[in-house]
């Protein structure tokens, strides 16, 4: 029964914090145990015939019953409790009035609106009614300093019925304020109570948190230990492996003197054409043997270098030769080999050592890679920001899948040079780091089967950092 009138009445969904929701409910309670009290004091005062006693009853038994309605709207929480205060009030100030004034018996009653209004209201509206029930105690006096005596409008038999009565609403009066203010000390109990437990279970939870803070700390320490040991023990074999590599392209270097000099010396005596012929192999083989331990050497360098000297210069002249160095190679595969420049004065940052090996490894492969009879263009290019180098090719283009290799050092691809040429697969990984160096960048366009085309920007002077 209860739980369904506090959902019938307590419907509001605006309370602002839980303080309010219980004040609501107190109000509730409070309501309905006064107007069963005033029920019980209306059948009294029925009793001993005090007309006056049973008008104000029943005035309190409906406004007491009602008053739990305006709970179910949005009149603010301390206006309900006070025209709670206000209905009690009124009814004991008549009460005393009309029962003998400083001789009646209900005038201790004037003890219980301001205690109500502390407990369900607040502390301003409680001094407030204190105030009024000083007030009237005053006019009580007043009255019976100044000899004004008030009747007692019942039949006088029931005098100590009513004294009695009044006594024990007195006592009601008082167990409703202890039961109102348990009601406030146990649900704040129960709220401290729910507080420390929730506290004592973040407390928990922050304690296992800092616990696996702690063991992955531990962890990541541990990681960053093996990390940094593999880090040193790979850069140890790094180190081994650049040594080993820088002292076998050397001492590879010192064999292949030997072969060209025991060559130049051998053509020095008189040798038969096929012999001749022979020797320019053997010489060719030693040069592409070399070129090739040069890259190594090379490539070695760069992976360590992080600076490199640039100069302000027309990129023109260097493109222009490093073509016209390829004209007679491109001849003999019947490749046409064209340049063209939209400014030939235009200047930047670069190191033209570094540039023109950009340029040859380039088109070196294009032409490497380009059938007979087809074309090989080279265009200059620049905006506002970047010089940009096109060096497109007629070849069998780069596939998909292998354009994220295309840079990466000693990579062999699916694309073979048409007329038996040797590919190391060093020279773009050197491309993409000579460029790199001139803050630049290398990057490849291509369909598979329509040729490829390469592209070079650097920055413009002003843009180069």
Same mark, same amino acid.
């Given at each position: 029964?209860?739980?369904?009138?506090?959902?019938?009445?307590?419907?509001?969904?605006?309370?602002?914090?839980?303080?309010?929701?219980?004040?609501?409910?107190?109000?509730?309670?409070?309501?309905?145990?006064?107007?069963?009290?005033?029920?019980?004091?209306?059948?009294?005062?029925?009793?001993?015939?005090?007309?006056?006693?049973?008008?104000?009853?029943?005035?309190?038994?409906?406004?007491?019953?009602?008053?739990?309605?305006?709970?179910?709207?949005?009149?603010?929480?301390?206006?309900?409790?006070?025209?709670?205060?206000?209905?009690?009030?009124?009814?004991?100030?008549?009460?005393?009035?009309?029962?003998?004034?400083?001789?009646?018996?209900?005038?201790?009653?004037?003890?219980?609106?301001?205690?109500?209004?502390?407990?369900?209201?607040?502390?301003?509206?409680?001094?407030?009614?204190?105030?009024?029930?000083?007030?009237?105690?005053?006019?009580?006096?007043?009255?019976?300093?100044?000899?004004?005596?008030?009747?007692?409008?019942?039949?006088?038999?029931?005098?100590?019925?009513?004294?009695?009565?009044?006594?024990?609403?007195?006592?009601?009066?008082?167990?409703?304020?202890?039961?109102?203010?348990?009601?406030?000390?146990?649900?704040?109990?129960?709220?401290?109570?729910?507080?420390?437990? #929730? =506290?004592?279970?973040?407390?928990?939870?922050? &304690? @296992? !948190?800092?616990?696996?803070?702690?063991?992955?700390? +531990?962890? $990541?320490?541990?990681?960053?230990?093996?990390?940094?040991?593999?880090?040193?023990?790979?850069?140890?074999?790094?180190?081994?492996?650049?040594?080993?590599?820088?002292?076998?392209?050397?001492?590879?270097?010192?064999?292949?003197?030997?072969?060209?000099?025991?060559?130049?010396?051998?053509?020095?005596?008189?040798?038969?054409?096929?012999?001749?012929?022979?020797?320019?192999?053997?010489?060719?083989?030693?040069?592409?043997?070399?070129?090739?331990?040069?890259?190594?050497?090379?490539?070695?360098?760069?992976?360590?270098?992080?600076?490199?000297?640039?100069?302000?210069?027309?990129?023109?002249?260097?493109?222009?030769?490093?073509?016209?160095?390829?004209?007679?190679?491109? #001849? =003999?595969?019947?490749?046409?080999?064209?340049? &063209? @420049? !939209?400014?030939?004065?235009?200047?930047?940052?670069? +190191?033209? $050592?570094?540039?023109?090996?950009?340029?040859?490894?380039?088109?070196?492969?294009?032409?490497?890679?380009?059938?007979?009879?087809?074309?090989?263009?080279?265009?200059?290019?620049?905006?506002?920001?970047?010089?940009?180098?096109?060096?497109?090719?007629?070849?069998?283009?780069?596939?998909?899948?292998?354009?994220?290799?295309?840079?990466?050092?000693?990579?062999?691809?699916?694309?073979?040079?048409?007329?038996?040429?040797?590919?190391?697969?060093?020279?773009?990984?050197?491309?993409?780091?000579?460029?790199?160096?001139?803050?630049?960048?290398?990057?490849?366009?291509?369909?598979?089967?329509?040729?490829?085309?390469?592209?070079?920007?650097?920055?413009?002077?002003?843009?180069?950092?």
């Amino acid at each position: 029964m209860s739980f369904n009138l506090d959902r019938f009445f307590l419907k509001r969904s605006d309370r602002p914090y839980q303080g309010e929701l219980a004040k609501d409910l107190l109000l509730l309670r409070a309501s309905l145990y006064t107007g069963l009290f005033s029920l019980f004091y209306l059948f009294v005062s029925i009793l001993i015939g005090f007309q006056a006693g049973v008008n104000l009853m029943i005035f309190n038994v409906v406004g007491f019953l009602l008053l739990p309605f305006l709970l179910r709207t949005s009149v603010p929480i301390w206006v309900i409790g006070n025209i709670y205060v206000f209905i009690g009030a009124l009814a004991i100030v008549l009460l005393i009035y009309y029962s003998g004034g400083v001789e009646s018996a209900i005038l201790p009653w004037l003890l219980g609106p301001p205690s109500i209004a502390m407990l369900i209201v607040n502390k301003r509206s409680a001094l407030v009614w204190a105030a009024l029930m000083v007030a009237c105690f005053f006019y009580f006096g007043i009255l019976a300093t100044n000899g004004i005596s008030l009747e007692k409008p019942y039949d006088p038999s029931w005098h100590y019925t009513f004294l009695l009565a009044t006594h024990i609403g007195l006592l009601l009066i008082l167990v409703m304020i202890f039961f109102i203010f348990e009601n406030y000390r146990s649900m704040a109990q129960k709220k401290i109570e729910q507080q420390n437990t #929730e =506290l004592q279970n973040a407390l928990q939870r922050l &304690e @296992a !948190a800092k616990e696996e803070l702690l063991s992955q700390n +531990d962890h $990541i320490k541990s990681q960053n230990e093996e990390i940094a040991a593999q880090t040193e023990f790979l850069k140890q074999l790094l180190e081994g492996k650049d040594y080993i590599i820088h002292i076998l392209a050397h001492d590879l270097k010192s064999p292949l003197d030997s072969l060209e000099g025991l060559i130049i010396l051998m053509k020095m005596e008189k040798v038969t054409s096929s012999q001749d012929e022979y020797l320019g192999l053997m010489q060719s083989s030693i040069n592409k043997s070399r070129a090739l331990i040069d890259k190594v050497i090379n490539l070695g360098a760069l992976e360590h270098q992080e600076q490199v000297n640039l100069t302000e210069e027309s990129i023109y002249p260097i493109l222009e030769k490093v073509v016209a160095d390829f004209k007679k190679l491109a #001849e =003999l595969k019947e490749i046409n080999l064209q340049v &063209e @420049a !939209a400014d030939k004065q235009v200047k930047t940052l670069i +190191d033209p $050592i570094y540039l023109n090996q950009v340029y040859e490894n380039i088109l070196s492969n294009a032409i490497k890679f380009s059938p007979t009879g087809k074309d090989v263009n080279v265009r200059l290019l620049h905006n506002a920001t970047v010089v940009r180098t096109e060096i497109s090719d007629q070849g069998p283009g780069v596939p998909k899948e292998e354009m994220d290799r295309l840079f990466s050092k000693f990579s062999k691809l699916s694309a073979q040079p048409t007329a038996g040429e040797s590919s190391t697969g060093l020279g773009l990984s050197l491309v993409k780091r000579y460029v790199e160096l001139m803050n630049g960048k290398v990057w490849c366009e291509s369909i598979e089967g329509q040729g490829a085309t390469f592209i070079v920007e650097i920055p413009l002077t002003s843009y180069n950092v």
